[in-house]
């Protein structure tokens, strides 16, 4: 649905992107994961027809940025608004689907909570209502593909939870995504697969999965029982310390470590009081990765 292929983009002399290639297929939700200045944006822009690349080609279901944008296929969240502070929220679904030549989407102001506050300024809308709101305009044509900037930024939890199951409703509609955020944890949580952009480079494009099972450590689990485990023998795990109430152990098998954790602890008779498992996360390989690339 979406080919990008070694697209770069200066500005002042300085090259912000540096032969960016990446695709995105139909109804996936793609990640820019990096850093603050590392072209993300910049990456999104250029996809979005708002700039031009000094070279490159980027392809939207075999159409340009800019005959996508004509022909209504990409629709756009951006990390920030240009709306009027005096426009209210009923106006600006009205002026936006005036210009996109489409019925007044009060479905999606409905969808997305805003029937009782059709008359509230945007100027005095909360962080939270001015993302619900960028996401319900983006959304007014029915486009193909939606570009996502920093979707929650500055949200507190109860408007992430909203505007995830949003994107998750969008993606089981069929909507292809392609999603930048710095948050390791909605990335994991929404995206397919995602492509780690440092220093106007991508450096690694794969599932969220694949990323994770390369972090260099073993999976923690914390145990807290009725007795200490330290004594006892196990295949499947090491014992590691004793912190805070909790035997730790090492593990890289976690399917057979739990079942013979169990099981032991059945056999000793020993009650388990509480159980944490502390797994690899995205955000440790991308933080190997990121520093690997600086240095």
Same mark, same amino acid.
């Given at each position: 649905?979406?080919?990008?292929?070694?697209?770069? #983009?200066? $500005?002042?002399? #300085?090259?912000?992107?540096?032969?960016?290639?990446?695709?995105? #297929?139909?109804?996936?939700?793609?990640?820019?994961? %990096?850093?603050?200045?590392?072209?993300?944006?910049?990456?999104?822009?250029?996809?979005?027809?708002?700039?031009?690349?000094?070279?490159?080609?980027?392809?939207?279901?075999?159409?340009?940025?800019?005959?996508?944008?004509?022909?209504?296929?990409?629709?756009? /969240?951006?990390?920030? !608004?240009?709306?009027?502070?005096?426009?209210?929220?009923?106006?600006?679904?009205?002026?936006?689907? &005036?210009?996109? *030549?489409?019925?007044?989407?009060?479905?999606?102001?409905?969808?997305?909570?805003?029937?009782? /506050?059709? *008359?509230?300024? $945007?100027?005095?809308?909360?962080?939270?209502?001015?993302?619900?709101?960028?996401?319900?305009?983006?959304?007014?044509?029915?486009?193909?593909?939606?570009?996502?900037?920093?979707? &929650?930024?500055?949200?507190?939890?109860?408007?992430?939870?909203?505007?995830?199951?949003?994107?998750?409703?969008?993606?089981?509609? %069929?909507? &292809?995504?392609?999603?930048? !955020?710095?948050?390791?944890?909605?990335? /994991?949580?929404?995206?397919?697969?995602?492509?780690?952009?440092?220093?106007?480079?991508?450096?690694?494009?794969?599932?969220?999965?694949? @990323? @994770?099972?390369?972090? *260099?450590?073993?999976?923690?689990?914390?145990? /807290?029982?009725?007795?200490?485990?330290?004594?006892?023998?196990?295949?499947?795990?090491? $014992? $590691?310390?004793?912190?805070?109430?909790?035997?730790?152990?090492?593990?890289?098998?976690?399917?057979?470590?739990?079942?013979?954790? &169990?099981?032991?602890?059945?056999?000793?008779?020993?009650?388990?009081?509480?159980?944490?498992?502390?797994?690899?996360?995205?955000?440790?390989?991308?933080?190997?990765?990121?520093?690997?690339?600086?240095?």
């Amino acid at each position: 649905m979406i080919r990008v292929e070694n697209i770069s #983009k200066s $500005y002042q002399n #300085k090259l912000v992107l540096k032969g960016i290639s990446f695709e995105v #297929k139909k109804n996936e939700i793609f990640g820019l994961l %990096g850093p603050n200045g590392a072209g993300k944006t910049t990456t999104l822009e250029c996809i979005e027809g708002l700039r031009s690349t000094d070279s490159g080609e980027i392809h939207l279901n075999n159409l340009s940025p800019s005959q996508a944008i004509a022909t209504g296929i990409i629709g756009v /969240q951006l990390q920030s !608004s240009s709306l009027f502070s005096n426009i209210t929220v009923k106006e600006a679904m009205e002026l936006v689907c &005036t210009w996109q *030549n489409c019925d007044v989407r009060m479905d999606l102001l409905q969808e997305f909570h805003f029937m009782h /506050q059709l *008359n509230k300024k $945007y100027k005095v809308c909360s962080t939270g209502e001015k993302r619900r709101l960028h996401l319900a305009l983006a959304l007014a044509h029915n486009p193909q593909v939606l570009i996502l900037d920093e979707p &929650t930024a500055g949200l507190d939890v109860q408007a992430r939870v909203l505007i995830h199951k949003k994107i998750k409703d969008l993606k089981d509609k %069929g909507i &292809t995504m392609i999603l930048a !955020s710095h948050d390791m944890a909605e990335v /994991q949580d929404l995206c397919d697969r995602i492509g780690i952009i440092v220093q106007g480079k991508i450096i690694k494009i794969a599932t969220v999965a694949e @990323i @994770i099972n390369e972090v *260099n450590r073993e999976t923690m689990i914390s145990i /807290q029982s009725s007795d200490s485990l330290a004594s006892l023998v196990f295949t499947n795990l090491t $014992y $590691y310390e004793h912190s805070k109430g909790y035997d730790v152990f090492k593990t890289d098998n976690l399917h057979d470590a739990i079942l013979e954790l &169990t099981r032991k602890l059945e056999e000793a008779n020993l009650r388990i009081i509480d159980l944490e498992v502390n797994k690899p996360t995205l955000e440790e390989r991308f933080v190997e990765i990121a520093n690997q690339e600086v240095l």
